[in-house]
């Protein structure tokens, strides 16, 4: 064992900050024994100093000048669990100078920034990790960016937001509505109580989506290329029909390669998912990502997506693999964008879709729906009649068609004095 230790700089000190120092302190033989040197804590950056941050935290260490901790201390390892862009990414791009390494969980910089990040990186010769910024302690961006990287992937479907996997998971098996099932959700911490919409709108899962889909077709994808709709507006009356049908409704993350080769789709939404796709069984606050590939068919990655303990565990074991590489001499893999496929416009996106229309029940109304849907090339699939009269809804799935001919498709049908109104239309995924 090298008798030098590694000095590690920790940012931020909160619910997962405070669990990596836990780890550092607890684990301490065994982590020096598998890196082959100490890992000594040399600060722990907060932006209040004399809190008490429990026993893993010794007061003397921590400092709210993080600027300085950066570049003053030596550290070979810089671990930014603030969260945020700013100051996180100054500070990563300062380590960078400094020559340390970095390990984050910051998955809106990485989705935000990422590019600008990995070029800091390699003009500096040192590491980038970042395991824990998606779905927590599920080992799912190591194997995407290491033991997949001689296949190719086709597409990655994920429930990687704990809190609306557990909204959703609550109104289906207690018929809650959406309102009091996230109450419930945000009474048991899994939701913010003052401002719960970065997980219900979708924004949390975007940006792991951009960050999946980099990884899995070698291309850039930021943020702002994701197509991102929550969960807000699904209905009791929604999860209902998905039970009906034998389908469960999921917050989905899909990447995916187009049809022709030429593109990628990205987005994030409610799906329809059936009852017998391996997704459909992950309940409450879990993750979990199915990615299909040529050669390895079809892999699960299935844990708890987010806490302390469980996040604090991916940026430990980055912290292992970066002491190795320091260690060694070597680097990790570096950002692998040569494909550089566009993320192509959502209207280009194919899938099979459910559509609920409360319309009128009078002689020549399904054949005059049915004239739509085949006016712009959308194939029914099934069709549902619930009601008579003024009451009558009717359920449609369709084949799978793409997004711009199910959205005309909409529009024609709102025109028809019959359909009083278009209830609900959801993607239908994983068939």
Not at 11 to 34: K, T
Not at 251 to 278: K, T, W, Y
Not at 389 to 411: M, N, Y
């Amino acid at each position: 064992m090298s008798a030098k230790p590694l000095k590690v700089a920790l940012l931020g000190a909160g619910v997962v900050g405070s669990e990596v120092a836990r780890l550092l302190a607890e684990q301490a033989p065994d982590l020096a024994a598998r890196v082959g040197a100490p890992l000594e804590l040399v600060g722990v950056g907060v932006r209040r100093t004399g809190v008490n941050r429990g026993s893993w935290i010794d007061p003397a260490l921590t400092t709210d000048d993080l600027q300085g901790l950066v570049t003053e201390r030596g550290a070979d390892i810089v671990v930014e669990v603030l969260g945020g862009i700013d100051p996180a990414r100054h500070l990563i791009l300062s380590a960078f100078e400094a020559g340390a390494s970095v390990v984050t969980a910051n998955k809106a910089l990485l989705a935000q920034h990422g590019a600008e990040l990995h070029q800091a990186c390699d003009a500096a010769g040192v590491d980038l990790y970042f395991e824990a910024s998606v779905a927590g302690a599920i080992p799912l961006l190591r194997p995407l960016r290491e033991s997949l990287v001689g296949d190719r992937v086709q597409r990655v479907l994920g429930i990687v937001n704990g809190t609306t996997n557990y909204i959703l998971t609550r109104m289906d098996e207690s018929g809650a509505s959406f309102s009091d099932a996230l109450a419930e959700a945000q009474e048991l911490g899994y939701a913010e109580k003052p401002d719960p919409s970065a997980d219900v709108e979708g924004h949390d899962a975007a940006a792991k989506a951009a960050i999946i889909a980099s990884l899995a077709f070698h291309s850039r994808v930021t943020l702002a290329d994701v197509y991102c709709e929550g969960i807000a507006s699904i209905t009791a009356a929604d999860v209902a029909a998905a039970k009906a049908s034998g389908h469960v409704i999921k917050l989905l993350a899909v990447a995916e390669r187009s049809f022709d080769g030429r593109g990628i789709n990205v987005r994030v939404h409610p799906a329809m998912l059936s009852r017998q796709h391996p997704l459909a069984a992950v309940r409450e606050a879990y993750n979990a990502v199915f990615v299909e590939s040529d050669a390895a068919g079809q892999l699960m990655f299935y844990g708890p997506g987010a806490g302390g303990a469980p996040t604090a565990s991916a940026v430990v074991g980055d912290i292992v693999a970066v002491a190795r590489n320091r260690i060694s001499g070597g680097h990790g893999p570096r950002e692998s964008a040569y494909a550089a496929l566009p993320v192509l416009p959502l209207d280009e996106s194919s899938t099979r879709y459910f559509i609920a229309l409360d319309l009128t029940d009078k002689a020549g109304v399904l054949a005059s729906v049915a004239a739509v849907f085949a006016e712009h090339d959308v194939s029914i699939e099934t069709l549902r009649q619930e009601g008579h009269g003024d009451d009558a809804r009717l359920e449609i799935v369709t084949h799978e068609a793409q997004e711009k001919s199910l959205a005309k498709t909409c529009k024609s049908l709102r025109d028809l004095d019959s359909v009083r109104r278009i209830a609900s239309t959801m993607r239908v995924v994983g068939e």
